[in-house]
Nanobody, 126 residues
Framework: VRVVESGGDLVQLGDSLRLSCTASGIAAGYYAIGWFRQAPGKEREGVSYISTNDGRTVFADSVKGRFTLSRDNAKNTVYLQMNTLKPEDTAVYYC????????????????????WGQGTQVTVSS
């Protein structure tokens, strides 16, 4: 299984950005995607979760109402739409594949995920 993120960029305060996460080597509908981010000097933070089976989503409080998720199972791709970006959203964003589709109690536990992407940099300038 291979996981690749893309879409990171340098944007301004209040801008929007869409990240993509494409999985290969696994059939859509049989896994979930977790999005994580890590800023310099900070611990990794769980951002959001989506099941490719039924599209159920979970969001961290820090991004709720600003970030949304969608999926295109034909392309085996999940999209993280980030709106009203803030400087504190600056981080390397990673997506990861979990071999289950039911939302876990704590989606941000990294040990639940089996395959990780290499990350994409998002920088929000004020």
């Amino acid at each position: 299984v291979r996981v690749v993120e893309s879409g990171g960029d340098l944007v301004q305060l209040g801008d929007s950005l869409r990240l993509s996460c494409t999985a290969s080597g696994i059939a859509a509908g049989y896994y979930a995607i977790g999005w994580f981010r890590q800023a310099p000097g900070k611990e990794r933070e769980g951002v959001s979760y989506i099941s490719t089976n039924d599209g159920r989503t979970v969001f961290a409080d820090s991004v709720k109402g600003r970030f949304t998720l969608s999926r295109d199972n034909a392309k085996n791709t999940v999209y993280l739409q980030m709106n009203t970006l803030k400087p504190e959203d600056t981080a390397v964003y990673y997506c990861a594949v979990a071999l289950f589709t039911e939302p876990p109690t704590d989606f941000s536990s990294g040990y639940l995920y089996d395959y990780w992407g290499q990350g994409t940099q998002v920088t929000v300038s004020s």
